[in-house]
């Protein structure tokens, strides 16, 4: 059956003990742990021995590294590929197996839609970053979760699909975000996006995020879970059909949300 977690900083950013606390009380089987969002502290990546004491139950399901892999700065991503792999070398030894990040902009920051992000290029370019994460990934028994956006490199998941297929690497795995693939100009056809995401990707599929919208001033507007036009009836059957060992994780989902959201969704997997 499929875990249920939350983005930790989505709770609060507090000490390691307080966060796993907050976390257990919601009742949420584990994290997407972002340590400079979410900790109060800063994290010495050599002594994690407060991480592993307090996120075993939480466990953590994601360590957040999201980095720009396209920014016009060559020393923002130098930077951004260097901490990625501090990640990548310490998510074992916390025994959660995988590490994410988007595919990024080349508007640098923030991470905005340009039209070049759709180039081949851009592609191009992310691939090569991924394929040198990759080989880290295999040596240190972690694994990449990429995550793609349409305002990003990967703006769909065809351009997911050619990623894995170039870059070849068991450790390389993937977290659908289908409100990410969303725009103005499409969301009405989400649910396609979401069954061609499970068509394309269903075997290399390892996360979920969930959010929710509705449409506002012609903009897509993230609410609370089961308040707007995502149909989680029909996306977590889907889920449980396809992909009931992956992590459902809420992002973007916070106050008095996080509650009624988990109640939503639990009652949806339940069968009630």
Known sequence: MNKVGIRAHDVGK??????????????????????????????????????????????IMMLGAYFNPVHPDSKVVTQGI????????????????YVGTETGSLMGSPWGYVKENHDQ????????????LAILAEKKNSYIAIEGAYAHVAYS????????????????????????????????????????????LKDE??????????????QLVQVGLGKGLMDYEKIIKRIQEVKPEAYLIFEGVTGVDIESSLTYIKKIMEGK
């Open 82 to 97: 260097d901490y990625f792999k501090r990640h990548l070398e310490i998510a074992y030894s916390l025994n959660c197996k």
């Open 14 to 59: 507090m000490s390691p003990e307080s966060l796993s606390e907050a976390v257990s009380s919601y009742g949420f089987d584990g994290v997407q742990l972002v340590f400079k969002k979410a900790l109060d502290t800063d994290i010495d990546f050599n002594d994690l021995n407060l991480i592993k004491k307090h996120f075993t139950n939480p466990m």
């Open 205 to 218: 599929i390892v996360i979920f995020h969930l959010k929710d919208f509705i449409v506002k001033d012609n």
């Open 121 to 132: 290029k851009a592609l191009d370019d992310v691939i090569t970053i991924i394929k040198d």
């Open 157 to 200: 998941p065809k351009r997911i699909r050619e990623i894995l297929d170039a870059v070849q690497s068991p450790n390389l795995k993937v977290t659908i975000d289908l409100f990410n693939f969303l725009y103005i100009g499409n969301y009405e056809n989400r649910m396609d996006l979401f069954e061609e995401s499970l068509a394309l």
